[in-house]
């Protein structure tokens, strides 16, 4: 307890917490009990269940009681589980409440008032009905609590929906609990102390984010709370908080929109499924439930898996890092993944779509044993043929309904082919019931001569090729006739007409990548042989939405893309349209930027997505994760470094450390591991390049470190504590208390656009940062001379 408080504010605050922690504790026994209650009467009704619905099937009225009773029951059984669910999650919010009551105290007086509001933050609200409804506790989310974040003692307002409350603060308090005890409070002067961000930010990292409430950042706030326009963007450096402060913004619009918006109406794309489960537990934490967590390449797959096999963005940015320079094929690839991901692609797609209008379409014969009912040809010639609309998917629905009538007509020319009544002798005992009872009702409705062999024999034809016909006809409503991939590949196939289409879908400057015939060479090889590279999966799609019409998700309200910085001006066009009815938050920090497609500008060509008026950009600057010498290092590695501000925490200076051989390197590391984890760290990372490289030095490092060692894989994703072997790639957006950077060598990290991938590696240390090299190191890293000036 700090010395400075008068016994007097020591004795209040003592004896609030007091009564605060009981009126918990009585209410967490209540809960208990009803939860007990509900849960033994849940197994009754379950064991019970049946006990009433033995039933007489002789008994018309028995049935028709028994369903009564089976409703009534299951209507009783959802009842009770719907108030366990709600009795369990009050339970387990006053439970963490319990652990931690509060964090915060405002005393606020409203301009033209005499009354002064005291306000108790922490992560739920509490009242004490016994006492009147005296609020003990505010939610951080209420529009009160504003003012913890945004004020410091002094003239203070905050936003309600009825409008702006002006008034003074008068006191700022803050609190530190800890198991449920108070440990220590003090005044603050300031908006949010240092002090506590200090001890908070000196703590072990997990193998799970935490949540940040008590010690929310002013700017963090402003960006939590925004919920005007489209589109919200907010860039900022490796570690300024943009992942946390995202996630609680969620759990904001989940508290203030609590009567409409769920959790599954809030979608996350995030880097990769590692970051997914590290960023899992926030929001249960905080007592909501997860939003929809998913990444692009997921969705990609959904999607097209069923075509192609469809290359990750971790196996193309593996190829993009391992291959050797100079190589032409590569060079080409490199042009072919930037032009691919820019908008005048998106340009090139949609004047590719017009040329379609008119011809090129890919059909696909619709044939029954090889033998063709529908010619591409005369598919070709119908749908062309047809000049009411330019527009393709009415033309194709047109199409559709044509074929499915073909069909029909088609499929019963084949009567007497000698595969249908094979078939027919092979049909199943069910499907012979279906034919007799439809023999029993013809016999029943003749009139005339009747051959029931005859008439049988042609029922099983019929019902053999009725089952053919329905599914060529499900295929018919799918749009299968349509051969999507050749029409893609047929792109690729004309490079000459190229530049044409890029003039007619409107862009800018039509130019085309010098390599573009290698790029259209290979990428047609690639889907001949049923691959789709990653970077043509977006664009296939978007072809495919621009011919068939959009696939919208209307239920969707809110999209937050985390590391926008690895997305493509073709990505976010398509995002928009797939979520037609969502707000956007964008997140990212170019100086990230890691693929190959990735622009590696700022993020203003994405103030043109929804106009300027329905976007908000928010600048973060200070960076909280790395110690002080952490961040003076991995500042000085870019041009525009100095504008970060680092947050005053002292620790370690970064190592940078050469050897001249593998095994030398080996053998530093593994020194380095053994002795971090004899002082206990919890979380240490050696970082590699790519994946390949990660095999390498788990291999190499196994039988050396001494201490167990897991290799993180695309396919493997769990995240623990203890020492981690895993690709630069699979690290984004996670932290570490200690990394070793494998091998930062001129060989590995050489060229200038690696930069940013070696900055993303650095920056993922919180408390302790290893460099190693072999030979030379990269000339990326910071010079001395660069520290020594910063
Ligand atoms: N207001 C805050 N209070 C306490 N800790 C904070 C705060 N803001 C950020 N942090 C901590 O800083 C670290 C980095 O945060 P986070 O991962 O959200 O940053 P980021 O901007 O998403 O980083 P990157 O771009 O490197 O992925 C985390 O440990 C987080 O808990």
New binding site residues.
Partial sequence: MDDRYTDEASGFERERVRRVTSLIDRRLAELSRQLGDVKEQVVEIRKHFWDDVTINLDHMDDVIETHTTLKQQAELLAERERTHMHAKRQYDKLRRLRLSPYFGRIDFREDGSDETLAVYLGIGSLVDEESGGEFLIYDWRAPISSLYYDYGPGPASYETPAGLIRGEMELKRQFVFRNGELQYWFDTGETIGDEI?RE??GQGADATM?N?VA???RD?NRMIRHDAGRMLIVS?P???????AALQRVAYLLYKHRETLSADQVVLFSPNPLFNRYISTVLPELGEENMQQTTLQEYLEHRLSRVFRVESPFDQLEDVLTARDGDPAHEARQQGIRFKASADFLRLIEGYKRHLERQGLVFRALKLKGRTLVSAQAMSERFYGDTRTAKLAPRLDSLAEWLLEELRTEVTKLRDEPWVEEEAEMLSPEDMQKVYRRLEKELRQRKGAFNERLREAELMKELVLSRHLKRLQARVKRLRFLDLPATYRRLYEQPDEAAGWLAAGGAEAPELPERWKEICEQTAAALERGDLPYEDAMPYLYLQELIEGFRVNMRTRYVLVDEAQDYAPIHFAFLKKLFPRARMTVLG?PN?AIHAFSPGTGFEPLVGLYGPADTETIAFNRT??STLPIVRFTSAMLPDGDRIVPFNRDGELPMVKGAATSEQLHAMIAETLREWSRQGVSTIAVICKTLRESREAYAALSPLAGVPLRLITPDDAAFEPGVTILPSYLAK?I?FDAVIVYDASRDVYGKEDERKLLYTVC?RAMHRLHVYYKGEPSPLLPRREELLRS
């Fill in positions: 961000l908070v930010l935490k940040i010690t929310i950042q963090q900022g490796a570690g300024s908080g943009k992942t946390s920090d990230q909280y994760r957006g932290e920056t």
